[in-house]
C-alpha cells in the first residue's frame, strides 16, 4: 500500500488542533525529524500541557540538548502536572486500583502454570 504523506500530515495536523496530545506528540516527532526544532518543542510543550507522559520525556532530553530553556520547561512541567491532576478522580483511582489488582492476579496465575 503506498504511503499519502500529505494526507498522513493532514489528518495529524487536524487530529492535534482538535486536541489530540499523542498526535501533537506525533508531530513534534516528524518536525524533529525535518531539523524544525523549534516548532518540534512547541508541539511537545501543547502535548505536555496535555497530559502527554512521553512529551515531558522528550522535553526533558530537549532540555540537556540546550534546545529548551529551563523557563520553558519548568511552565510545561507545570501544565503537565495541572492536566494530569484535573483528570483524577475517585472513580478513575478506584478503576485504576481494579485494573492493577487484576494484573497482578493474572500474573499470579500465570506463574502457578
Given at each position: 500500500v503506498e504511503k499519502d504523506?500529505?494526507?498522513?500530515?493532514?489528518?495529524l495536523?487536524?487530529?492535534?488542533?482538535?486536541?489530540?496530545?499523542?498526535?501533537?506528540y506525533n508531530l513534534a516527532l516528524k518536525e524533529g525529524r525535518s531539523e524544525r526544532f523549534d516548532r518540534a518543542v512547541k508541539h511537545f510543550i501543547i502535548a505536555a500541557a496535555q497530559g502527554d507522559d512521553d512529551s515531558i520525556k522528550e522535553l526533558l532530553e530537549i532540555?540537556?540538548?540546550?534546545?529548551?530553556?529551563?523557563?520553558?520547561l519548568a511552565a510545561a512541567l507545570r501544565a503537565h502536572q495541572a492536566a494530569v491532576d484535573s483528570a483524577k478522580s475517585p472513580h478513575r483511582e478506584a478503576a485504576e486500583a481494579q485494573r492493577e489488582a487484576a494484573e497482578e492476579y493474572r500474573r499470579k496465575m500465570k506463574s502457578l502454570k
Open positions: 504523506e500529505k494526507k498522513e500530515l493532514f489528518h495536523v487536524e487530529a492535534a488542533i482538535a486536541g489530540h496530545p499523542v498526535a501533537r532540555f540537556k540538548d540546550g534546545l529548551v530553556s529551563k523557563d520553558d
